[in-house]
């Protein structure tokens, strides 16, 4: 029988960083039952016509009916893709409701923790109301868009607002199957393969997940810094680990925070191992790249008996970034992802499972740069803020994310609920801010 | 081969952060900072390790201070320093 490809104007082949991500996902729903999604939170000095923001968003993602794709496969199973419908689009899902204003980092932790519908939503909005200031909050799926993607999307909605045009043709969905280049994939998936083995062979350390996690889902601490902060915090990173190194320096401030916690905690077993999620595309390729995954992972190895010294494991961080980036260690991460897309997700963690290749890390991190959201308005309303709440692999279950806003920097500490207590969290919080502004 | 001038490196530097940033040679600048330019800390690194490529310099141990690295102009006098 033969078998007939879809139309390639409905349907974007999925990269080995996408799988990938659909492998968390999977195991994010099996664990916790919502998946692997994030939100970005834009908070408004005011409140916006909640009618016109309505009619807004439908006008918007008329234009964009890959947000309601979902996952399929071809050429005999081997390369799966995002399908999606052109004639099929659906109305924007925006939540309308006013909180007291205490009330609002529950209704945030609400939202994320919320599953989507069904297997072609993957996106929802929420504007939430509390005392004459508001909060846009965008949930989205990380299957579709990846962090910087999102805030691209975002840049997007308000460009069009702006400067109405034609801004959405910008955006490619075209991808090719990568079934090609076998070798060069075989050679990047026996390197990949040699780097986690060796980085999973010893204990590491990690919290213990709560037994309930299936009903609890994650909580959040934002630490939020004003821009005098910031600005001293990054001539502070730029002098102690070198011009424009802000992600090692971040990293160690995190390091040093879950340090305290693994050891008030009495865990003390072998090094931490952290993957970082890094973005791959440069920032003239965004608009081009928003949806789908553009990122690679450094994964680092700090010995716990040393994360006590700050130099010595910022130091540790910058020659491992180094070394990784020399040996191309990233790009072989996504070539050998390429080869994981043959294996279906429900066999696809267990057999990473079986090989000890996952899970791996002690916590998640990443700083996502100054937001790609270039305006300090939306929908005619002061932008105060804007920051990430995602909720990382589970396990390990814990992360710490940066991202700047209009120059002011941002610290979100996520966790499953009951991996740490509150005053582990205050504790936490406290230490990164403590460092960060030293 | 002979000692390079800073033009020279700063030629070589140019073509490598043009091709970190995939954008045209055109439109970097000998004097732009590398932030400006859009370069973040892999950008940075990857930087570095084309150094140590082009001229045998391996230079994260060094200060990496923001006077000898924001620009390809400061960053080819530090290398011509070095005695490339």
Redesign the interface.
């Known amino acids: 029988m033969a078998f007939r490809l879809p139309s390639s104007k409905n349907k974007r082949y999925l990269t080995g960083a996408d799988w990938i991500i659909n492998m968390i996902d999977y195991a994010n729903k099996k664990v916790t039952g919502v998946g692997n999604q994030s939100q970005i939170v834009v908070e408004l000095a005011g409140s916006p016509s909640t009618d016109d923001l309505r009619k807004k968003l439908r006008v918007f993602l008329k234009n964009y009916p890959i947000v309601n794709g979902r996952i399929s496969r071809d050429y005999i199973n081997l390369a799966p893709y995002w399908k999606f419908d052109r004639k099929n689009s659906r109305p924007p899902k925006l939540k309308v409701y006013d909180v007291e204003a205490g009330q609002m980092p529950d209704e945030l932790e609400q939202a994320v923790n919320t599953p989507f519908d069904d297997d072609r939503e993957h996106l929802t909005f929420r504007l939430i109301t509390s005392e004459g200031k508001s909060s846009l909050i965008m949930t989205f799926d990380h299957r579709l868009l990846d962090a910087r993607g999102a805030e691209a999307f975002l840049n997007m909605f308000q460009l069009e607002q702006e400067e109405p045009g034609e801004h959405y043709k910008k955006v490619s969905i075209r991808e090719s199957a990568r079934l090609d280049r076998w070798k060069e994939q075989f050679d990047a998936g026996r390197d990949t393969a040699c780097t986690l083995s060796a980085m999973a062979k010893n204990a590491q350390p990690v919290f213990p997940l709560p037994k309930a996690q299936r009903k609890k889902g994650f909580k959040f601490k934002v630490i939020s810094f004003d821009k005098t902060q910031t600005e001293h915090i990054v001539k502070k990173a730029?002098s102690e680990?070198?011009?424009?190194?802000?992600?090692?320096y971040f990293l160690t401030v995190a390091v040093q925070a879950l340090h305290k916690a693994f050891c008030g905690k009495n865990i003390r077993s072998g090094d931490y191992i952290i993957p970082v999620s890094?973005?791959t595309r440069?920032?003239?390729?965004l608009p081009e790249k928003t949806f789908f995954n553009y990122v690679s992972f450094f994964i680092f190895r700090i010995s716990q008996e040393k994360a006590d010294d700050f130099s010595c494991v910022l130091n540790d961080i910058?020659?491992q970034?180094?070394d990784q980036?020399?040996q191309k260690k990233l790009q072989n991460f996504n070539k050998a992802s390429n080869l994981l897309r043959i294996v279906p997700l429900a066999i696809l963690g267990p057999l990473m499972k079986l090989l000890k290749q996952w899970p791996i890390g002690s916590f998640c991190s990443s700083?996502v740069?100054e937001n790609t959201y270039n305006f300090s308005k939306f929908m005619d309303k002061d932008v105060v803020n804007i920051y990430h709440m995602p909720r990382p692999p589970v396990s390990p279950g814990v992360g710490i994310y940066f991202n700047q806003f209009k120059g002011k920097l941002n610290a979100t500490l996520s966790y499953v609920d009951g991996i740490l207590n509150e005053d582990e969290v205050n504790s936490i919080a406290g230490e990164v801010k403590a460092k960060l502004n030293s | 081969m002979g000692k390079m001038d800073v033009k020279e490196i700063e030629k070589i530097l140019m073509k490598e952060v043009s091709a970190?940033?995939?954008?045209d040679i055109d439109e970097i600048g000998a004097d732009i900072p590398?932030?400006d330019l859009?370069?973040?800390?892999?950008?940075?690194?990857?930087i570095?390790?084309s150094i140590?490529k082009n001229f045998n310099l391996r230079l994260?141990e060094s200060?990496?201070?923001?006077e000898?690295?924001?620009t390809i102009n400061s960053l080819a006098e530090r290398i011509s320093r070095e005695g490339v």
């Open positions: 730029y680990a070198g011009y424009l190194l802000v992600m090692p890094t973005d440069t920032k003239d390729q910058k020659e970034m180094y980036v020399k700083y740069g | 970190i940033l995939a954008s590398l932030h859009g370069i973040d800390s892999l950008g940075f690194v990857e570095l390790v140590e994260m200060g990496l201070t923001q000898d690295f924001q």
